[in-house]
């Protein structure tokens, strides 16, 4: 029996419905009946795969090299995961089943890439870790000092993440009753470090200078300048001085000066990136980066380190210990210099 035109319309009405919905599932709501490793899955591990590559790079400590990758790259994979983590959500959303085998892999590896890039818990990997100058250097300071950051550990140095300022020193001073300041927290003046003289540690001549920037009100950093006031002294090669955070207008000697080792370079201030007024003093191998290059360890000669009760320890020569916290004003060391 043959079909009717009403039949044969109904029929292809049909077939078109069908193709058409084949046509949306096969671009929207289509059911992956297999584990398929779609393209953002073999991205994801391509990028995991890329980081570790950036990782070992880095690890290998080859000067700049290893800097400019362990400061621009790996933050790089960071920011290529996101993306990433977008196409696959999208992908596993409008293409069910969402948990496979493939897509978990891919999830796990830019998780794992973008944690690794943001929370670093460990040392930045410098190849002047077993550096020892030649030169003398000389705590930056006279009277007590507090050591918010200092040493080669991250419990004890909140800096050691960043190469430049792997041996970084924070340096403020306290109250008697062990306080950051007397009076009212929010004027400037009631820190007893602030305007405090900072010295040089050692003889240089002066090759940056950076004296203008506005001391911040105290819990207010600023993002203008993150180093703030400061200035840069060479000292030899590949040996430079990096004093920051200082007193607007406080650096008393230009470009091209010579200092001697306790020679006053600055004031404690509270500029740049600090929230209160303290100052920050390294040693690195290129000045004229300031923040991709690498850190050097600058240990001090000759100054006592005082307990709670006053007691003094002499120190021929090491790096004060910091709290590693900004709240903590009992675990770091209190130093001070003395004449041997």
Known sequence: MSNTPQDLSSEENKDTTTEEHDYKDSIFFKKLENDVWEAWTWTAVG????ALMVWGVAYLKLGYVSVLVYGVGI????????????????????????????????????????????APEFPAPVSTEDFVSQHVYRPPFTGEWYTISGGLEKENNYNVTAPALRFAYTFTRLTKEGSRFEGDESVLESYPCFGSDVLSPTEGEVVSVYNTQNDNVPGQPSSENM??????????????????FLKKESIPVEVGATVKT?????ECGNSGGASLPQFQIYLVTDGTKLVLTEGVPMPFEH?????????????VKGMP??????????????VKPYNP
């Open 47 to 50: 990028l995991a795969a890329t």
């Open 75 to 118: 933050p790089l994979t960071m920011l290529m995961s996101v993306p990433i983590v977008l196409w696959g959500l999208f992908k596993s959303t409008t293409n069910p089943p969402v948990m496979r085998t493939s897509r978990s892999i891919g999830f796990v590896c830019v998780f794992a890439t973008s944690l690794a890039a943001v």
């Open 227 to 244: 180093l703030g006031n400061h200035i840069v002294i060479k000292v030899d090669t590949e040996e430079y001085v990096i004093a920051n």
């Open 321 to 334: 210990k910091g709290s590693g916290s900004h709240d903590d004003l009992q675990s770091g060391q209190t």
């Open 262 to 266: 306790g020679d006053k370079i600055g």
């Open 303 to 315: 100054y006592s380190v005082i307990d709670a009760d006053g007691k003094e320890e002499r120190v």
